[in-house]
């Protein structure tokens, strides 16, 4: 938007804009808005950049996956304040720590894991896992979780 002119020390009448035609319509400007972008505004349009036709791409809705994600790397700084707030713990020398407790479905694998980390949530990033397994921790998903309690001890 245009700065408007101060109206200090401008005489009384006009406040240096001329006369009071020059105040109505858009005819002291060369028009309103975008009027004559493609004419007589034409190297304005230029110097601003693109301003007509489609650019880009939108995903359609139906594809978009609105899940909510987090870093490894956001998990391993925050690791000990998640401790004493009580939304992970410590077991012996690893943090343990259920993602879906605070809403948060997918971990992906930016940043560093410097911690060994047990996580558990639905779904992980090849990248993510790896860290996390060199970190001596382990990615855990709900499917593996229900697996590995519900296995029953083979009768001798």
Do not use: W, Y
Request: hydrophobic residues 35%.
């Amino acid at each position: 938007m245009a700065k408007q002119k101060i109206k200090k020390f401008r005489g009384k009448r006009t406040f240096g804009n001329g006369t009071h035609k020059n105040r109505r319509g858009g005819g002291s400007r060369g028009g309103r808005g975008n009027a004559g972008t493609c004419k007589h505004h034409f190297v304005r349009s230029m110097q601003r950049g693109l301003l007509f036709g489609k650019h880009g791409f939108k995903r359609p809705l139906a594809i978009v996956d609105d899940c909510t994600i987090v870093n490894v790397g956001e998990i391993d700084e925050a690791i000990e304040q998640l401790v004493a707030d009580g939304v992970a713990e410590m077991k012996g020398d690893a943090f343990h720590i259920d993602l879906a407790n605070l809403g948060i479905e997918k971990v992906l694998g930016s940043g560093k894991v410097t911690k060994p980390l047990f996580i558990t949530a639905s779904e992980f990033s090849s990248t993510a896992k790896q860290k996390i397994d060199e970190a001596k921790g382990k990615a855990v998903e709900p499917a593996e979780e229900a697996a590995e309690t519900t296995e029953t001890p083979k009768p001798e």
